[in-house]
């Protein structure tokens, strides 16, 4: 079972929401599509659907073409950010409720039932209705209600969005692995980079209807193509700094320069945007070779027992990202230590030229 | 340790008080104060207890438009209830034509009461109404002002043409409140029409409902302008109803005292039934 989409786009009211999207899913895998708000995730999910017809381009599954395939003809199942179950139905009626449509037997309905609440740690509840739930088992319902059929893409859009920040690191992985034993295609849509990283498989990053790219999640991950995928895909988005390429330095901004490392001397000379991650950034130095920047602190914002630091220097501003609560105030001069081989280097025209190596990925 | 006493609150609740004496407390005690006395001027009374209330119960007049009153509001729920959830799932959703839609079936709910009854009237006649004619025409002898089943009916006809826009526009809020999702959700489980109005729709528009069914059931257990206009309750008695019958009796006879007794048993029934149907819808729901 495999689904593949051919140059596909969807335009609506002459907007383009898609626009030329080429992918192809491999059967058994777990497929995440990581976008920010209006970027196209929930168009494209109603397109792999049959929920919507692409304007252009093809959908096919197994080597069949389905793009004129209404969703009632297809084999999906759908999980959304709203907890939609039938609210009048108990808890196994809804699990239920698809197999009924099926026309399977009683006997087969009800082995199917218990086994996906089982699996879901709902079946304690079958006899509730959905609204005398928690929002956790709610969804858990809906989730159930996906899984229970023998869909060959089974899509989530935002599924954990609605839950609590701890129920949705246990739901997550959960679901994980709960599709490790299964042969159908799995497309998860989320906004958040971590969540596409703790649920790994493959990703796409999506961008205003374009796909940037797919691949493997630690491959995109470690080798954006471009820096909006960069940006896209780390959480806070990658610091970017334009700097110059000469035959033995890199200046950045015409005023901080350090010597051309063995990693950096593949560029050509020239003008390039340095990529950083938040993370890499310290306080501290790791090695020699780490640049001391002079800076001035913006905000400390502290998040559970992490730091997210924003500072500038006259030049470009930076965003670190700490372990453990360090509290500083505005103004304050800080020295913080740029780690010179753990730059990506984006061209002119935003394409990746280097990354660093060692980091994993290919 | 002693408990410090403070009523000054009292005087915050006070005007709720005076409000709701002046709006029914002191108004139905009025109505109570007649029920149990024969007073003839104001220095003549007679406390009586229960005589009227007796005379009331036993009256055949009274019990006959009770039936008629139950007959009628039961069939009028029956028709209007399904029509406007029918009309509710017609209505268009988005786009010009939804204001086009809302406006156009609202547009009866706008029209008082008396003028409904005259537009009815006119309307009905054979000589001069588009309806009558058209009855005419199809060879129905229809005549409202003479015949009680057709005096009845149209009373019928005008309060469904009246009052179904409301259910229609409750029932079509009630839709629109439904998530989007949910319908995609069905599609995808490939559920029928059927299924997604029996298990979506029906269920998202109980609450709507019941303040539907509530509304329509008090205010045609109370009907009496329309009717009174239309066919002054005739012919016959056919479309005499509990108002009617209470306004014969309190301004036509001027027997205020079983008159009194009567507003009070009419009120009591009204209550009555609101209660058991709420109850019942709530047990209901409980129960699932």
Known sequence: MSLTLNNVSRVVDGETWIDNVNLSLEPGSFNVLLGRTLSGKTTL??????????????????????TGVPVRER??????????????????????????LAKMSNSEIDRRVRETAEMLRIDSYLDRMPLQLSGGQQQRTAMARALVKDSQVILFDEPLVNLDYKLREELRQELRALF?????????????????????????????????QFGETAEVYHRPKDIITAEMFSEPPINV?????SETEVTFDETVHFQLNNDLR???????????????????????????????????EISGSETFLH???????????????HEYHVDQ???????????????ESGRLVHAPAGLGGR | MTKVENNKAWWLVLPVFLIVAFSAIIPLMTVVNYSVQDIFDPYTRYFVGTEWFKQVMTDSRLHDALIRQFIYSFTILAIEIPLGIAVALMMPTKGRGASLALILVAIPLLIPWNVVGTIWQIFGRADIGLFGAMMAELGINYNYASEPMHAWLTVVLMDVWHWTPLVALLCYSGLRAIPEVYYQAARIDKASRWAVFRYIQLPKLTNVLIIGVLLRFMDSFMIYTEPFVLTGGGPGTSTTFLSQSLVQQAIGQFDLGPAAAFSLVYFLIILLVCWVFYTTIMNMQKDK
């Not at chain 1, 084999?75 to 009924?100: C, G, H, K, W």
């Not at chain 1, 930076?318 to 609560?325: A, D």
């Open chain 1, 333 to 347: 001069q800080i020295k913080v230590y740029f780690p010179t081989h753990k730059l990506y280097a984006f061209n």
């Open chain 1, 311 to 325: 500072v500038h220097n006259p030049h470009f501003d930076l965003v670190l990202h700490l372990s453990g609560v």
């Open chain 1, 266 to 300: 593949p560029l050509e000379p020239g003008n390039y945007r340095f990529g950083v991650r938040a993370s890499h950034i310290g306080l501290v130095p790791h090695s020699d070779d780490d640049l001391e920047l002079p800076v001035q602190v913006d905000l400390a």
């Open chain 1, 75 to 100: 084999n999906i199942s759908m999980v959304y950010q709203q907890f939609i179950n039938y609210p009048n139905m108990t808890v196994y009626d809804n699990i239920a409720s698809p197999l009924r």
């Open chain 1, 241 to 245: 700094v334009p700097g110059r390429v």
């Open chain 1, 180 to 212: 490790k034993a299964r042969n159908c295609i799995a497309v998860y849509a989320t906004t958040e980079p971590n969540e596409a990283l703790a649920l790994s498989g493959n990703t796409a990053v999506l961008h205003e209807g374009k796909l940037l």
């Open chain 1, 45 to 66: 999910m109603r397109l792999m659907a049959g929920l919507d017809r692409p304007t252009h381009g093809q959908i096919m599954m197994n080597g069949v073409d389905v």
